[in-house]
């Protein structure tokens, strides 16, 4: 009893030596300081339109804008059901356990083992007294504790809480990708579908023209030759319907598989209900932001600042490990030969301990660990100029294709309205039999592909509001009520 006394007031040195260590050392970090690299931005990045703005709220949603219940709840649907969504989900999943393991690495961990064992040994080594064969029971209680000397646990630390910021912001814009690919699909869908209302029109109109010259034809005021232009131009039209309707069907299967549809469900190929019949007007896309706010909007961008903050962090882990490593441990137990021995004073077993490890020469080992996550850190400095660079080009690309697109359906729509004015007189004309049969031909013709012309431009600026929403970073809230994804 006395010794174990004498050894208890000899460990409280010890214990005091740990913990002063523990407070000198721990915190020291030898990751580099954490910067973002500079891009060179516009000074400015103007305005579609000065009337108005588009704000953060107005972006989080934008194909609310449109209206469209139907939209709404296809768009909805593919943010709830699509499979990218869900493995995203999952990724986030993994990261935030990544984390807890490695913040879990920053406490000390408590281990318990038990043990029950029975020996039998020669008789030389058997004390006076002691029987043979004999029973030995042991229970321990292990506390171990690594100090973080240099920073290399806090580094991990830090590498997983970053690796998890990214993967909830790779969430963020599996969604806002989503989003838009649901949109734009949609509203080919809703062209497509007009397209073939279109020709379909053009069809009985062209039934009808054929009647005409079938009548004249038999009352010998007209030529063969004339009734079989209008056949050929009415084979020529209904030639095109095929193709449409297939379109037709496959948009309805690629925005099933969209929305999450099952197989069944996608095999059976029902109608979508509620398509309107025609392309809607786009909203306005007014907006006039500061070059720093894309960067702040777009998960993209972030996602890259995240994992450039992870892999400086793991710089750190790599510099730390061609230090020592401090560990300390201390055991309690109880043991005893007989069960109803443990747990008693004379049973009770301790020991505290520490450990002092580090590498001496490993033929360069942590050395080219340390280049190798150096390297991964200028990769990733280099990957998130590069996002930078294309979120960019494709916020120019999309501003560029709204004003193109704007004009092109006011071109497109004055073409139109020509060929309707000259399609009513060549009809007026051709039922007062004024009128060459081919001229009422190719104002049937110029007028139907007008039509076409003017849905295909209409949907192409609604697609590229759809890409500005996109690349202006909509899609996504990124200040949610509950918790920030960098936290």
Same mark, same amino acid.
């Given at each position: 009893m006395k010794n174990?006394?004498?050894?208890?007031?000899?460990?409280?040195?010890?214990?005091?030596?740990?913990?002063?260590?523990?407070?000198?050392?721990?915190?020291? $970090?030898? =990751?580099? #300081?954490?910067?973002?690299?500079?891009? /060179?931005? +516009?000074?400015?990045?103007?305005? @579609?339109?000065? %009337?108005?703005?588009?704000? $953060?709220? =107005?972006? #989080?949603?934008?194909?609310?804008?449109? /209206?469209? +219940?139907?939209?709404?709840?296809? @768009?909805?649907? %593919?943010?709830?059901?699509?499979?990218?969504?869900?493995?995203?989900?999952?990724?986030?999943?993994?990261?935030?356990?990544?984390?807890?393991?490695?913040?879990?690495?920053?406490?000390?961990?408590?281990t318990a083992n038990a043990q029950a064992a029975r020996k039998e040994s020669p008789a030389f080594q058997l004390a006076p007294g002691q029987t043979d064969p004999a029973n030995a029971f042991q229970i321990n209680a292990l506390l171990s504790y690594e100090i973080d000397l240099f920073g290399k646990v806090a580094n991990a630390s830090r590498a997983a809480r970053a690796e998890l910021a990214a993967s909830e912001f790779a969430l963020h814009g599996t969604r806002s990708t989503l989003a838009a690919e649901t949109v734009s699909l949609y509203f080919n869908l809703v062209a497509t579908r007009e397209q073939l209302n279109l020709t379909e029109k053009a069809i009985e109109t062209r039934r009808h023209t054929v009647r005409i010259r079938e009548k004249r034809f038999e009352a010998g005021y007209g030529s063969d030759a004339e009734r079989q232009q209008a056949l050929a131009d009415l084979a020529s039209t209904e030639a095109t319907l095929p193709d449409i309707k297939q379109a037709v069907e496959q948009l309805q299967t690629a925005l099933r598989v969209l929305t999450g549809a099952d197989p069944a469900s996608i095999w059976q190929s029902a109608p979508i209900d509620?398509?309107?019949?025609?392309?809607?007007?786009?909203?306005?896309?007014?907006?006039?932001?500061?070059?720093?706010?894309?960067?702040?909007?777009?998960?993209?961008?972030?996602?890259?600042?995240?994992?450039?903050?992870?892999?400086?962090?793991?710089?750190?882990?790599?510099?730390?490990?061609?230090?020592?490593?401090?560990?300390?441990?201390?055991?309690?137990?109880?043991?005893?030969?007989?069960?109803?021995?443990?747990?008693?004073?004379?049973?009770?077993?301790?020991?505290?301990?520490?450990?002092?490890?580090?590498?001496?020469?490993?033929?360069?080992?942590?050395?080219?660990?340390?280049?190798?996550?150096?390297?991964?850190?200028?990769?990733?400095?280099?990957?998130?100029?590069?996002?930078?660079?294309?979120?960019?080009?494709?916020?120019?690309?999309?501003?560029?294709?709204?004003?193109?697109?704007?004009?092109?359906v006011q071109s497109r729509a004055k073409q139109e309205q020509a060929w309707k004015r000259y399609l009513d007189i060549s009809v007026s004309r051709d039922e007062s039999g004024y009128s060459d049969p081919i001229e009422l031909l190719d104002a049937q013709r110029g007028h139907f592909a007008a039509e076409l012309a003017l849905v295909t431009a209409k949907l192409n600026r609604l697609t590229a509001t759809v890409d500005l929403f996109r690349a202006l970073g909509g899609g996504w809230d990124p200040n949610p009520p509950s918790t920030h994804p960098a936290e």
């Amino acid at each position: 009893m006395k010794n174990r006394k004498k050894m208890h007031k000899r460990s409280i040195p010890l214990c005091v030596t740990f913990a002063t260590a523990t407070l000198l050392f721990t915190g020291c $970090n030898l =990751a580099p #300081d954490m910067k973002t690299p500079d891009e /060179n931005l +516009p000074a400015a990045l103007g305005s @579609v339109s000065e %009337a108005s703005v588009v704000d $953060n709220a =107005a972006l #989080d949603q934008w194909w609310l804008r449109f /209206n469209d +219940p139907t939209l709404n709840r296809l @768009v909805d649907d %593919a943010l709830a059901l699509h499979p990218g969504v869900m493995q995203s989900l999952a990724a986030v999943q993994q990261a935030r356990a990544a984390l807890g393991m490695a913040d879990a690495d920053r406490w000390p961990a408590l281990t318990a083992n038990a043990q029950a064992a029975r020996k039998e040994s020669p008789a030389f080594q058997l004390a006076p007294g002691q029987t043979d064969p004999a029973n030995a029971f042991q229970i321990n209680a292990l506390l171990s504790y690594e100090i973080d000397l240099f920073g290399k646990v806090a580094n991990a630390s830090r590498a997983a809480r970053a690796e998890l910021a990214a993967s909830e912001f790779a969430l963020h814009g599996t969604r806002s990708t989503l989003a838009a690919e649901t949109v734009s699909l949609y509203f080919n869908l809703v062209a497509t579908r007009e397209q073939l209302n279109l020709t379909e029109k053009a069809i009985e109109t062209r039934r009808h023209t054929v009647r005409i010259r079938e009548k004249r034809f038999e009352a010998g005021y007209g030529s063969d030759a004339e009734r079989q232009q209008a056949l050929a131009d009415l084979a020529s039209t209904e030639a095109t319907l095929p193709d449409i309707k297939q379109a037709v069907e496959q948009l309805q299967t690629a925005l099933r598989v969209l929305t999450g549809a099952d197989p069944a469900s996608i095999w059976q190929s029902a109608p979508i209900d509620g398509i309107p019949t025609n392309l809607p007007e786009p909203p306005q896309a007014h907006w006039n932001y500061l070059p720093a706010s894309i960067l702040e909007r777009r998960p993209d961008i972030l996602a890259a600042s995240s994992r450039l903050e992870a892999a400086n962090a793991r710089v750190g882990i790599a510099r730390a490990q061609r230090w020592p490593s401090l560990s300390i441990s201390a055991i309690l137990g109880t043991a005893d030969s007989e069960t109803d021995g443990l747990f008693t004073e004379a049973s009770r077993t301790w020991t505290l301990a520490g450990n002092l490890a580090g590498p001496i020469y490993d033929f360069g080992k942590t050395r080219n660990r340390v280049r190798s996550a150096e390297a991964q850190l200028e990769m990733a400095e280099w990957n998130y100029r590069s996002i930078v660079r294309q979120a960019f080009r494709e916020l120019k690309d999309s501003v560029t294709r709204v004003s193109f697109s704007n004009e092109s359906v006011q071109s497109r729509a004055k073409q139109e309205q020509a060929w309707k004015r000259y399609l009513d007189i060549s009809v007026s004309r051709d039922e007062s039999g004024y009128s060459d049969p081919i001229e009422l031909l190719d104002a049937q013709r110029g007028h139907f592909a007008a039509e076409l012309a003017l849905v295909t431009a209409k949907l192409n600026r609604l697609t590229a509001t759809v890409d500005l929403f996109r690349a202006l970073g909509g899609g996504w809230d990124p200040n949610p009520p509950s918790t920030h994804p960098a936290e």
